[in-house]
């Protein structure tokens, strides 16, 4: 019996690798990313036979897990934008900075943006110092220059398109420093219970195929365990730079010698999300718009009858 067993564990083997390189067989182009250095975790191909089809056999039991990938467009972005503003005093410096985001914002209502979709959060108030310098005395004296009054400014919007339309206008008063964009679902809930129905049909599935092929007698009811996560884009780009350069950095003749000056290479980002290697089932694959990746994973132990000695 157990070595009929082992020949169903292979026959399983072959069946699952068969239906996934018909699913994954895709034409690869490495682009200028292949420029990128790869860490030991991003070189890494084979995997086991365990590690690749989350399942585990004992002589009593079988654990199965499905693990299930969302991509989901966001509903809201919410974007946080630096202003800061030097004055001789902090009255001054405070006038200034209000009249520019007060003129901004009413700029902005032009794109649709509600003043109860804007938040002004003050930052910081800081004094400012220069040198003063005395050619007669030789002297460099530290003195107060003025203040700095620092504000962010936070606003929702329901369209990525509009993210652009508030940078463009931003720049009309001064205002350049895009802190950061969030990415946010208003209804993570429902999110969370669609995907657990995708990964239990999943899990079905493979049970299906596995004790069809396997021949196991389950005892009883399975003990079942989710877990649910999501990635944000923030934290998902990459970067690299794409060059080819000789070696040479210093050159001597017998009359002069000449330092090599390096031309400025452009570095660039690009967003590369969750590896898809490891999932039984991605949904929305084919939309190209950068979102949250929303991720379940349910894993099943089932008790099954012990082969006969």
């Known amino acids: 019996m157990k070595n009929i067993f082992i020949l169903n564990q292979k026959k399983l083997f072959l069946v699952i690798i068969t239906a996934f390189t018909f699913l994954n067989t895709n034409a ?5 990313q292949v420029y990128k250095s790869r860490s030991y975790n991003e070189q890494r191909i084979n995997k086991t036979f365990n590690d690749l089809f989350d399942y585990s056999v004992t002589d009593s039991t079988v654990v199965i897990q499905a693990t299930v990938l969302l991509n989901k467009v966001a509903d809201k972005y919410k974007i946080t934008l630096g202003v800061n503003e030097e004055a001789a005093t902090p009255k001054k410096s405070i006038e200034n900075i209000n009249k520019r985001i007060n003129d901004f914002i009413n700029k902005i209502s032009i794109i649709g943006v509600k003043k109860n979709e804007v938040f002004v959060d003050f930052i910081s108030q800081t004094k400012i110092y220069d040198y003063e310098i005395s050619k ?15 504000k962010n400014i936070i606003i929702t919007v329901d369209q990525y398109s509009k993210i652009e339309k508030l940078i463009y206008e931003a720049s009309d008063f001064q205002i350049y420093d895009v802190i950061k964009v969030d990415y946010i679902n208003t209804d993570i809930e429902k999110i969370q219970q669609d995907l657990l129905k995708e990964a239990y049909s999943v899990l079905d599935k493979k049970k299906d195929n596995y004790f069809t092929l ?26 690299y730079t794409a060059y080819e350069s000789s070696d040479i950095d210093y050159i001597r003749t017998s009359n002069e010698s000449f330092y090599k000056k390096e031309l400025r290479k452009g570095k660039t980002f690009y967003y590369e999300g969750v590896d ?14 950068v979102g949250i990746q929303y991720i379940m994973n349910i894993s099943a132990k089932y008790d099954v009858k012990k082969n006969k000695k």
């Open 214 to 239: 396997v021949k196991k007698e389950i005892i009883g009811l399975p003990t079942v365990s989710s877990n649910f996560s999501y990635v944000f884009p923030k934290g998902q780009y990459q970067n």
């Open 136 to 150: 007669d005395q030789n002297m460099a004296t530290q003195k107060n220059n003025g203040f700095e009054i620092k």
């Open 28 to 32: 690869q182009v490495g682009g200028n």
């Open 276 to 289: 898809y290697s490891d999932f039984d089932k991605i949904i929305n694959d084919e939309n190209p718009e």
